[in-house]
């Protein structure tokens, strides 16, 4: 079973809507949490970091971290056709600094 | 800034072969990492290095050697292609320090048949 799982979708949303995107993990040592984008035929670039557990706002982008469900999610408000892309979410420990575990990725269409 | 450059950008190989994939990155990060990118398996690590002369073994080194003789640079070779590492291969820096943001080269795509 890998530490990381994530639904590969694809996840269909109209303009507008706000895109709900999940990770569940199973190592309760990880700390640090990724959400990247990555566009197609593209390398993922990052949107959010958190450390350790909470809510982090960047713009139209939330991440939230619950270490109790081992479970965090990245919504996306007012989604655009420009967010269509594949999320992935890593994750770190902090005795392993250095070793990211990414799930599968999800993939997002948007659209007009 | 150039980033993270990766080299070639598609490569073709026949099993038994050998090659090496260049990354090189100009922000003066200590931190380097190269990835497998594979349908439905995410982003697996290979191998990483945490500055000049130090690597080590991510999820997946079976089949790679690295080295890291400069900062800049980092290349990933290929001892013996087996189809089994026909897939798109990412190369990535970031600081060293509380370092979680990784900058991601375009990728490699490799087939080897």
Known sequence: QKEVEQDPGPLSVPEGAIVSLNCTYSNSAFQYFMWYRQYSRKGPELLMYTYSSGNKEDGRFTAQVDKSSKYISLFIRDSQPSDSATYLCAMMTTDSWGKFQFGAGTQVVVTP | ?113
């Open chain 2, 1 to 113: 800034n150039a980033g993270v450059t990766q080299t070639p950008k598609f490569q073709v190989l026949k099993t038994g072969q050998s090659m090496t994939l260049q990354c090189a990155q100009d922000m003066n990060h200590e931190y380097m990492s190269w990835y497998r990118q594979d349908p439905g398996m995410g982003l697996r690590l290979i191998h990483y290095s945490v500055g000049a002369g130090i690597t080590d073994q991510g999820e997946v080194p079976n089949g790679y050697n690295v080295s890291r003789s400069t900062t800049e640079d980092f290349p990933l070779r290929l001892l013996s292609a087996a189809p089994s590492q026909t897939s798109v291969y990412f190369c990535a820096s970031s600081y060293s320090s509380g370092g979680t943001e990784q900058y991601f080269g375009p990728g490699t795509r490799l087939t080897v048949t």
